[in-house]
């Protein structure tokens, strides 16, 4: 097997077929992901346990389970039973789950192989991967599975960098707001961010649970859409006709982009339209708007009350305020201290004001008219999808700075707002820069309920724009 372009449909085949154990697969992610130290990517590596599970999956394990003996890899705010769940922060480092999260436990019951807890921006609070708390290489932070100078994107970092670096196919990640997207972008994988409450939350580590959300993360769509029927069920799904397709782009999601993302979006879509796919120029007034009503102001509001009920569920007797004053982090350090104990949000003339009411607001009018927009978008132009650059530019320097309050929403500018609306979106690789030689992704959004079209449409896709070369440095 060429395990540098290994995907998780593959491994499975493999095993049902016999031409390779779980042994086999497991050792080689175990040695790939000690040889790829310098990532950061792992906070734990389980390798006794995941050589224990594969022994007996060769043994007498069934092999017409879907992830029949494949190696995986969980995000450390998702609980996996015996494994620490530390949301990558040290007041958690020691708090061990009896019980997998609901998500892991579908995994599991299909035959995969947990080999670890994967990295992440410290509570899940950004976007670059940049964590002081937990590092095995040299320098803090996660890093790009292409260049280890740079962000792996988070905060589904870990998961990100451990496939784009080809130490396993695929595993899990969490999103609120574009955080099993921008990692899968910058590292070269696909993901998918469901409908929200289409995945059962329990058993992770909240920011806010209006809007947060697991999510698969693979080597390709086809590999998500596997590790999606796993966790919500129904029948294998065929590639969409693409001559059946209508895809809008909104004007309004293509600032701020660099020479290289902006290149490969336009060819992206050259290439879509050689395959007969309507596009449609699309308006989205009021878009930026909305969305910025929504966003923080709901995630910094709920995190409060969501963290307080997560602590109260693990039984460690941390009170929020224990859990705040160990946060290493900088960025998140200064959102924690600053927002969400004290409950205030940033006001018109930037002083600090009471959250509550920008809440309610949030919830009862910015929110169901960012939905609105959404439906009434979708609906009048007969759209499928939305399509979009996921991030408006490649990889950036791994640093301090990578997480200041600037970058967070240059990332996030394209991925958050439909987060806000609950609905679903899937990230596809669709090329290396020309110059930066960085992973660029192109990211379709659709109607709430819509993951399995969306599904079908990305796995179609894929098949047009080709896998990504592996990094150089494996």
Known sequence: MDFDQLTLTEAADGLR????????????????????????????LDEAGALTAAAAFDAKGDRSKLLGGVPVVIKDNIEVAGLPCSAGTPALKDYIPRADAPVVARLRAAGAIIIGKTSMHEL????SGYNTAFRTG????????????????????????????????????????????????LNGCASLRPTVGRYPQA??????????????????????????R?????????????????????????????????????????????????????????????????????ALYEAYDDMIAYLDHTGTGLSIEALAKDISSLDVK????????????PGPDNTLIDAKPIYDAAIKIARPALQTLYGDTFSGNRLDAIAFPTTPRVAIASNPDSSSPENFGLFIQNTDPGSNAGIPGIQIPVALGGTSQLPIGLELDGPAGSDRHLLAIGMALEIIFGRLPPPRRS
């Open 17 to 44: 077929a016999g031409k390779v154990t779980s042994t086999t697969l497991t050792r080689e992610a175990l040695a790939r992901a000690k040889a790829n130290a310098d990532l950061n990517a792992f906070v734990t």
């Open 124 to 127: 899940a609070f950004g976007i």
């Open 138 to 185: 040299a320098e803090f932070g996660v890093r790009n599975a292409y260049d280890r100078a740079l962000i792996a994107g988070g905060s589904s970092s870990g998961t990100g960098a451990a496939i784009g670096a080809r130490i396993v196919a695929g595993g899990l990640g969490t999103d609120t707001g574009g955080s099993v997207r921008v990692p899968a972008a």
């Open 203 to 228: 058993g992770i580590a909240p920011i806010s649970h209006t809007r947060d959300t697991a999510g698969p993360m693979a080597a390709t769509i086809a590999d998500v859409e596997l590790l999606d």
């Open 230 to 298: 796993v966790i919500a069920g129904g029948d294998e799904i065929a590639p969409a006709d693409l001559k059946q397709v209508r895809i809008g782009i909104a004007s309004s999601m293509l600032t701020n982009l660099d020479a290289d993302t902006e290149v490969a979006f336009r060819a992206a879509i050259a290439k879509m339209m050689a395959q007969r796919i309507t596009i449609v120029e699309i308006e989205m007034p009021q878009l930026a708007e909305l969305n910025g009503q929504v966003g923080f102001p709901v």
């Open 334 to 345: 200064g959102t924690y201290d600053g927002l969400v104990i004290p409950r205030k949000l």
